[in-house]
């Protein structure tokens, strides 16, 4: 005959509870909080990202498409447009691959002197997998400067977009 021993499980105590409970909130507010700097820093009209074009067909059609407001998704409070369904599935898929870098801001300005400058979304570099986009306007397009000295930009504008939203 063989026996069973069970043990008697002890209640949480108080001082467990308002653990869980703080470590909860804290979890939540980090995550609120990341939320709330991307919001701040990245390049937005009215939370919304690359001023309506489709993150996903600069990788995909190779070129700069204005998404539809019927085929948009929030983000970590930064919303995107698509151009299509098959984008937007892309990228609900794996939304890191498709953001642009720096928040969206001229990725020149930020490597030359740390700064968030407009782009213009049709300006566009796509650099081992990852998207710049440049400001392009007065007969200023910083994508043939950013061409000229890209590996030096490219380390400048890294750190200088860790300072913006670290």
Not at 59 to 85: C, D, I, P, R, T
């Amino acid at each position: 005959m063989t026996t069973m021993i069970f043990r008697q499980r002890k209640p949480a105590t108080l001082k467990n509870r308002i653990l869980m409970i703080a470590l909860l909130l804290l979890s939540g507010f980090g995550f609120a909080q990341s939320e709330s700097k991307r919001s701040v820093h990245f390049n937005l009209e009215q939370k919304l990202a690359i001023q309506g074009y489709d993150p996903v067909a600069y990788f995909k059609q190779n070129k700069a498409l204005k998404g539809k407001k019927e085929l948009s998704v929030s983000h970590q409070g930064v919303v995107y447009n698509f151009s299509s369904a098959a984008n937007k599935e892309a990228f609900l898929k794996s939304p890191a691959a498709y953001e642009p870098q720096y928040g969206g801001w001229c990725a020149f300005a930020m490597g030359d002197y740390g700064k968030k400058v407009e782009i213009d979304p049709e300006t566009f570099k796509i650099v081992d997998g990852k998207l710049y986009l440049f400001y392009n306007a007065y007969f200023n397009n910083t994508l043939k400067s950013w061409n000229k000295d890209e590996d030096r930009l490219k380390k400048k504008a890294d750190a200088n977009w860790n300072k913006i939203i670290n």
